[in-house]
């Protein structure tokens, strides 16, 4: 593991700044976290503090006052608020179906692969056909299970905080790039306003990707058992999954605040991506933009028939 270093200022080699110099701009541990992932990726990948900084950093170093984001209808509703709060500043956005090509006039296209909680999967060929730049969100399938710059995506978004962390325990958002240059401009950015990830995070990641593929393909083989079990539950009235992840929603018939409040092995608790397995209710912070009875389900590492018994239970009480 490479060491952490939590300096936040090194000195200067006979009068002139080296590699690092104030961690504002970049720090060991961090450009050590970033070549993992960008090896990963297969681009140039800048971390910062949360997904959420991640996103604003890339909207606000790569957009003007005036241009326009064409969004994938039900994404991450965290993502739309973003873009809502930055319209004050001339941000401009739009939803569409990215099951079909995007809008004529975005100068960004804006994917989810898949969407959350929707599970859809977006048409990249038709995206990358389209003339505005594309990002692809693939916080939920990793580049274990899709590699969007070489599909022709020019960026890719993680919250790391969720799978490529994967154990609760570090809050990190990242942007990897296809262009030299747009990475150039980011990290400029990034430096000027702040928006940097610390060492801690950084170093936690770094210990996190030893074991990324394990982990996801572990939740993929449980996530695709349980979505089986559910569709086969007479309580529940439809399942969303895309086949591969540890991520599936699915809409029950009955109240999906008490299945929550039953849960006894699956924590009842928001996020996803982590070792242990987490479920709620969306409508709680979505509102009737999703259906008030789905449920999301983000599975761990738990035995598969553990997860199925508790599941089991709590929807006796739906």
Partial sequence: MQPLDRSTIWPYRDGEPGDFYYQRYAHPTGVEAERALGELEGGEALLFPSGSGAITALVLAELA???????????????GALFRSLERWGLRFVEFDQTAPPPAGADLIWLEAPSNP???????????????????DSTAATPVYLRPLEHGADYVVHSATKYLGGHHDLLLGAVVCADEAAAGRLREFRGRT??????DSA????RSLKTLRPRVERQTATAADLAERLRRHPAVERVRYPGFGGMLSFDIRGNAPRVERSLKTIMNATSLGGVDSVLESRSRWEGDRVPENLLRLSVGLEDVDELWADLEQALSHA
Avoid: N, S
Avoid at 118 to 136: I, K, S, Y
Avoid at 194 to 199: F, K, L, R, S, W
């Fill in 65 to 79: 006052p005036g241009q326009t984001i064409a969004l994938a209808e039900g994404a991450y509703y965290g993502t």
């Fill in 118 to 136: 929707f599970l859809t999967m977006p048409d990249l060929e038709a995206a990358t056909a389209h003339p505005g730049r594309v990002v692809v």
């Fill in 194 to 199: 702040g928006i940097v990830a610390t060492p």
């Fill in 203 to 206: 170093w936690l990641l770094l």
